[in-house]
């Protein structure tokens, strides 16, 4: 019966976990990230620019907050081993950089 139990769980989440790397794997075809980096489903991708540079994650970092950069020239450059919440706003009209 128990097993029965956690098996039913387990399908029930499986639809949601595959929705979230769905969603993480669309936001990270956007940006110049690292495969160690994570884009979180509360994330928020804001990009006018064509220019997948415009926004650069590195190692190990984790983005859980916004992250928008003008049109005209903005970028966005987070360094390894960073967080930001899910509550923090990072918006660029030239240039802002976190990290090393």
């Not at 956007?30 to 997948?52: E, F, G, H, M, Y």
């Not at 994650?57 to 967080?83: K, M, P």
Request: hydrophobic letters at 45%.
């Amino acid at each position: 019966m128990r097993l029965i139990k956690r098996a039913i769980v387990f399908v029930a989440y499986l639809p949601l976990k595959l929705f979230s790397l769905l969603q993480e794997h669309r936001k990270m075809r956007t940006v110049l990230c690292d495969a160690s980096a994570r884009l979180l489903p509360s994330s928020k991708i804001n990009k006018s620019q064509n220019v997948r540079a415009a926004i650069v994650v590195e190692d190990h970092s984790v983005v859980a907050g916004q992250l928008l950069v003008f049109r005209h020239a903005g970028r966005i450059t987070i360094g390894a081993y960073c967080y930001i919440g899910e509550c923090s706003r990072i918006w660029s009209a030239e240039s802002v950089t976190i990290g090393n």
